[in-house]
């Protein structure tokens, strides 16, 4: 309801970004789809290892085949890190 009340998910990349965090970790299914297109969206570190983190705790199998599809497509030392975060 949070995301419709104040467009969380249409937001700027920050919170966009700690909205989903909550929201994975609180087992949101909506949050899904929304994570997976932040974390492919745009390469920063600073969003795309936590991110991936977060996805990782909600759905593992999703987080790494996520990464695998989009790895070439991140700076080498973000692939790098997320690479050894979900253990790919």
């Not at 991110?51 to 989009?70: G, N, P, Q, S, V």
Request: glycine share 6%; charged share 25%.
């Amino acid at each position: 309801r949070m995301a419709e009340c104040y467009g969380l998910l249409k937001a700027n990349c920050e919170l966009r970004f700690r909205f989903l965090r909550l929201a994975l970790g609180a087992g949101w299914a909506g949050a899904r789809d929304a994570a997976v297109d932040l974390a492919t969206s745009q390469g920063r570190m600073k969003f795309t290892r936590p991110i991936y983190r977060a996805l990782k705790t909600f759905d593992a199998a999703l987080a790494r085949e996520t990464f695998t599809k989009h790895r070439s497509s991140y700076h080498p030392i973000c692939s790098k890190m997320v690479a050894k975060d979900l253990e790919v």
